[in-house]
């Protein structure tokens, strides 16, 4: 079965901590998703990896190919990092579809 | 440059009912995809329209169904409302053609259903 696992499910900060959002999944995949939800609804990508690492201002996506794990770090977290952040895969060979994990909700307190 | 654009952004049904949900993709996108999201889950995937037909779709039942138009936007349906249907729809655009792992979906806002 296709699975995608995040960990923490909830997470609490101070601001300017750094925050690690764990992911990991079950078969091989061609693409990781990294995503922001805030409340209400609406969802943007952060970051998309197949292989490596990416940085994007404070946030650093990471993945290793051969243990199915990627991680999300924020650096120097502030309140507006606040939101679900949700990792999704695409499973090979050529899925069309993303498959997500069920987010690990941020909450930064200043 | 719109994005992508949902419709409505709330509905209330009560069970038995019928619904229509509608998507346009953001511009140059020929893709959509619809998700079901429950309180405090990830998106489920329920189909994917590529070409005015479906290609590929999750493990929802036939009374979700869906279209797509011409000009790429989409609708889902959904009949018979059962109370299990209350969710946030969302719907994502993107390229349907080129190497399918570097195709990025583009989410919109959603609209929250609730069935009564």
């Known amino acids: 079965k296709n699975e995608v696992e995040q960990s923490p499910q909830n997470l609490t900060a101070q601001e300017g901590e750094f925050i690690t959002i764990n992911c990991s999944y079950s078969?091989?995949?061609?693409?990781l998703h990294w995503l922001q939800q805030h409340p209400g609804g609406g969802i943007v990508s952060l970051f998309m990896?197949?292989?490596g690492k990416k940085k994007h201002g404070r946030l650093i996506a990471t993945i290793n190919i051969q243990e199915k794990h990627s991680s999300l770090h924020i650096t120097a977290s502030h309140p507006r990092d606040s939101a679900v952040y949700i990792c999704a895969v695409r499973f090979f060979p050529n899925d069309y579809k993303l498959s997500f994990g069920a987010g690990t909700t941020v909450t930064v307190r200043a | 440059d719109a994005g992508v654009t949902q419709s409505p952004t709330h509905l209330i049904k009560t069970r038995g009912q019928q619904v229509t949900l509608r998507c346009s993709p953001k511009s140059g996108h020929d893709t959509v995809s619809w998700y079901q999201q429950a309180l405090g889950q990830g998106p489920q995937f329920i189909f994917q329209y590529y070409e005015e037909e479906e290609r590929q779709r999750g493990n929802f039942p036939d009374r979700f169904s869906g279209h797509q138009f011409p000009n790429y936007s989409s609708e889902l349906n959904v009949n018979a409302l059962l109370l299990g249907d209350s969710a946030l729809y969302l719907c994502?655009?993107?390229f349907g053609t080129g190497e399918v792992a570097k195709n990025i979906q583009y989410f919109g806002a959603g609209t929250r259903l609730s069935v009564l």
């Open positions: 994502a655009s993107s």
């Open positions: 990896l197949s292989s």
């Open positions: 078969v091989g995949i061609s693409a």
